[in-house]
């Protein structure tokens, strides 16, 4: 499995943990409150979805009722699919949240673990940000050096353009000194700016998620079956 297709899977069992969708209404979320799946196609969800339900993490559903759906079948329409986690979907998600390795403190993988947060152990998170924090801080020694370097051969432009890749990294960094220390203090976000209220999770600790703005123009293909 890619990297990028595993965090995909992760992000539509963390979807349909919250209820069943069909697929517009995934696509939709993960545009709208995972930026990092917004330039993703149909062609890329729907494989993934045939994969989850073949490991019998997603069962597929009609998305209708018994008679609109045979109205739709003799008016030659096709009827969407709706997914639904199975039990055995939800404990593999909760056993992707409780990873902490590596991979979670990238630039993608960790946009994706921290929109779950709300479902996510105390303990897992702190790990999630502080490994995310390192990751980032080694980062911007590197930045710094080869700043130091070259400053002398590169143009206004191009330094400016390493001065705002840095400062973005900066505030990143206190960004999430922030949250680790809200963690730290045992602080529940859901009353903080910019956050949206948590979804409880089995140990009965809450954090909070980032509100995302936008809104998406209903696509003209639907998800059916044939």
Avoid at 103 to 131: C, I, K, N, P, Y
Avoid at 137 to 146: D, G, N, P, Q, V
Wanted: some cysteine.
């Amino acid at each position: 499995m890619s990297r990028r297709s595993g965090i995909l899977e992760f992000a539509v069992l963390g979807l349909l943990r919250e209820a069943p969708m069909h697929g517009y209404e995934l696509r939709k979320r993960l545009n709208t409150s995972l930026g990092v799946f917004r330039a993703f196609s149909y062609g890329t969800l729907y494989p993934c979805l045939k994969t989850l339900v073949a490991n019998g993490w997603l069962i597929e559903e009609p998305g209708s009722a018994p008679e609109d759906t045979l109205a739709a079948s003799l008016a030659g329409r096709r009827t969407k699919i709706v997914y639904r986690l199975t039990p055995e979907g939800k404990d593999h998600f909760e056993e992707l949240l409780s990873h902490t390795g590596p991979d979670s403190w990238e630039d993608e993988h960790f946009a994706a673990r921290f929109a779950f947060f709300g479902q996510t152990e105390r303990e897992v998170r702190m790990r999630v940000l502080e490994g995310r924090r390192s990751r980032l801080e080694e980062r911007l020694e590197k930045m710094r050096a080869s700043l130091a370097r070259t400053r002398e051969r590169l143009d206004d432009y191009t330094l400016e353009l390493q001065r705002h890749g840095m400062e973005s990294v900066e505030r990143e960094v206190r960004w999430l000194n922030e949250l680790i220390e809200s963690e730290r203090a045992g602080r529940d976000r859901r009353s903080g700016p910019g956050t949206a209220a948590p979804h409880d999770n089995d140990s009965g600790e809450t954090g909070g998620l980032p509100r995302h703005g936008g809104s998406t123009r209903p696509d003209p293909s639907d998800d059916t079956t044939t």
